[in-house]
Structure formats: C-alpha cells, structure tokens
C-alpha cells in the first residue's frame, strides 16, 4: 500500500511538472506572428507520415539513419510496456497484461528484441559523437551544454533499457523458483541470458527485480520532464513540425502584402489597397516576436544534429554562417524571453535582440540563399527564412546592407537592372 501511494505521487508530480513545461513551450511558441499553415490537410498528412514517422529525409545517410530508426521505433514502442508498469504501480498487481495470454508472450520478446536494439544502436552513437569525431559533431556552436545533452539523452537511454532486461531477467528467475507474486508469464529471449549473472537467493532476486522496476519508471519519468530542456524534444515536435511544413517550392520566398500593395499602388493609380490594420509593427525581424510561430516551434524541433551546416556553402568555406546556429541562437533568445515574461508577468525590455546579440551581420549576410539546409534537415527545418527575415530588417527598416548590395540596390532604382548600364543601354545588354 505504501509503495503504491509513493508510485501514485510521483506519477502526478511528474505529469503535473511536464504539463507545467508543455505550457510554457506552447506560450513561447505562440510569441511568433501568425502564419496560416491549415490549407492541403492531405498532402500535410502524407509529409508527415513519410518525413516524421517513416524517417524519409534520414535515409540520405543510410548506416545512421538504421541506427536512429532502430532506437527511435524501439524507445517508443517499448513505452507501451508502461502502461502495464503504471497499471502495477497504482494496484500492486504484477504484469497485469498478462491476461493477452500468448500476445503478450509475444510482445515481452518483441520488446526484449527491440531494447537490444536501442542499446547498441545508442552505444554506437555514443562511440561515433565522443571517439569518432565527426566534423558535423562539432562548431562552435556546439558547446558544453549541447555536447552534455546529447551523451546524457544516449547513457539515460542505455541506462533505461538495461534496467529494462535486468527487471525481466530477475522476474524470469523468480517465475521459475515459483515465487507465488511472480506469475508465468511472458517470454525473455535476450534477458534470459542474463540469468547466469544473477544471484539464487530469491531474496536477493526481489531486491534487484524491484530495484531495476523503480529505476527504470522513475528514470522514464525522469527522462519526460527533462524533455523541454532538451534537443530530446524533437521526439515530440517532429510530429507538428513536419505536419506544418511549408508546401510551396523551396525557392519561393515569401512577399510581404503590405509591400506588394504599395508597389501595386504605385502601378496602378486605381489599385485601392485593403486597410492598414494588418500592417506589421516591424518590416522583417529584429527578435522574437517579429518571427513566426512556425519559426518558433522549428527552433524547439531542432536536433543539433548538423547536417545542415554540413552542406552549408558559406560554412563548408570557412564563413561564420552555420544555420544549426541560426535554430540554436533563435530558441535560446526565445526561452530568455519565455524567462523574462515568468519573472515580471510581462516582457521587460533587456535592451537585448535576436540580431545582434545572439545572430551577428557577418553571419545573415554570409548567407548565398541556396536552401541547401532546408533540403538537408531531417525534420523539414527552414533556417533560411530566419535569416532572410533578419536581413529584410537590416535592409527595409536601417538601410543596413553590405556595399555590394547596396549598389546593385541603387542600380536596379535607377537603371532597372542590377548592373550600372543607363536604361538606354537595356536592349544592348539584354539581346548579347
Ligand atoms: S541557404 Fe544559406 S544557410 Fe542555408 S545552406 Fe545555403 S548558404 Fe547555408
Ligand atoms: S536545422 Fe535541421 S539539419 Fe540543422 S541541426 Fe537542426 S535538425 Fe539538424
């Protein structure tokens, strides 16, 4: 009875502090603009289905991407064994599920399978990231803290699973010596060869049955509400954030009405514009709330897993630009704002920006627009439209541009074309 009211506790303190988090993520999301992403539900769907849960943009890189899908299906689907540890905890019974008869033999041994799995897939991650070394591992951007979280999320993961096949294999001795709690049930093809290892003494064999049943719930639920901290959150957003992928071609960027109506204006003298009330309060953006919710939610999604600045043009030749640092910057300056806003109830100015204290000039402006980040990442990320948005500021709202294009700018006002040749000249460039 008590073990089962200290299980009801600290279940309802862990869903209770990661309901808490959710809110405070979905409150920071919701800082961002609007940005309407309802329309084609169908082919939404079908995004999500092939990039979220069948991996598809992974498998570019085939010997990771098994790995990842392996931990990943195993991780998840050996959750559902969490529902028979919730049910046991709450009621003192023990492998409730048993009563699915040879089902539930055969899903034990799929979970045992699928743990194996998850261990050495995530002790192959752990020797390539910390002995491998590989290039897109590093940066600088990747820092103590985002190095730290990505070991602890695989040794939590190891830890978990091993618990996992430790509880099974001391339950499967128990069952054995006929302990009356310890009903036959289920069946342990990996576990069971960890049954040489264990002690005889049933005593001994409960202390460590129940030991590893309490770490690995509480490790789980542990693990839950480390979550919003985490790059580890991706296991979640991956799933909004590829529904509410941007559906037009990669090269179109997105116009701004205001500016298009002005211009129509302009060429058309009978062109009456719609009111002003959806006049933005800032041309392009300058911190977080000049961004979009889609925006928002992509910096939580991001896994910092590099592949991106690994094809980077302006990375790959030695410029400050990494767009992982772009996703990297835009959630840590959101989640100062989310700070700010809990400690006073409201935005106290911190006389800080997105651009400029967290992005630098040299960084948006090394930028060749060539989306070949947006085509890489794994959970359809867009960094470029970030950085776009930062340079649309610089440019419409300061006048800030490299010279280079500030000269093609004056050309194209002037002469109608990029290049300094007088309007007269158009034909002689335009036919050679
Ligand atoms: S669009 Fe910009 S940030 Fe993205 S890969 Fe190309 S140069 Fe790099
Ligand atoms: S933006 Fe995408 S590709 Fe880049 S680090 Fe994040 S998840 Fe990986």
Known sequence: MVSQLIFAIILAFAIGLFSLNVRKII??????????RSDRPVERWKKMVMVAFGQQKMFKRPFPALLHLLVYLGFVIINIEMLEIIIDGLFGSHRVLAILGGFYNL???????????VLVGCLVFLIRR??????????????????????????????????????????????????????????????????????????????????????????????LNYLPYSKHLHIILVFP???????????????????????????DPSFAPPSADGLPARFGAKDIPDLTWKN????????????CTSVCPANITGKLLSPRKIMMD??????????NIDQNGEFKDDGKFLLDSYISREEI??????????????VNIDPLNIILELRRYAVMEESQAPASINAMFGNIENNGAPWKYAQSDRDNWKNS
Not at 107 to 117: S, T
Not at 244 to 251: A, D, E
Not at 296 to 307: D, F, N, P, S, W
């Open 241 to 267: 954030n590829t529904y509410f992928s941007k559906l037009t071609p990669k090269g179109q960027f997105t116009n701004m009405d205001s500016v298009t109506n002005e211009v129509k204006a302009m060429l």
């Open 296 to 307: 928002l939610m992509e910096a939580y999604t991001c896994t910092e897993c590099g592949r």
């Open 365 to 378: 402006w090394a930028c060749t627009t060539c989306n070949a980040c947006v085509e890489a990442c794994p």
């Open 130 to 223: 910390n002995i491998g070394r590989l290039k897109r591992f590093s940066g600088k951007e990747m820092t103590f803290w985002p190095k730290t979280d990505a070991n602890l999320i695989l040794i939590t993961e190891i830890l978990l699973m091993a618990a996992f096949l430790i509880m099974n294999a001391t339950d499967h001795k128990l069952q054995l010596s006929g302990m009356s709690h310890y009903i036959t049930a289920g069946s342990f093809p990996v576990s069971s060869w960890l049954m040489p290892l264990l002690p005889e003494a049933s005593g001994r064999l409960m202390w460590i049955e129940r030991s590893a049943w309490w770490f690995h719930i509480v490790g789980v639920l542990t693990f």
């Open 107 to 117: 899903l034990l041994a799929a979970f045992e399978w699928l743990a194996l799995g």
């Open 330 to 339: 835009t959630r840590d300056r959101m989640e100062e704002i989310g700070k």
């Open 27 to 36: 409150r920071n999301i919701r800082l961002g603009r609007a940005v309407d």
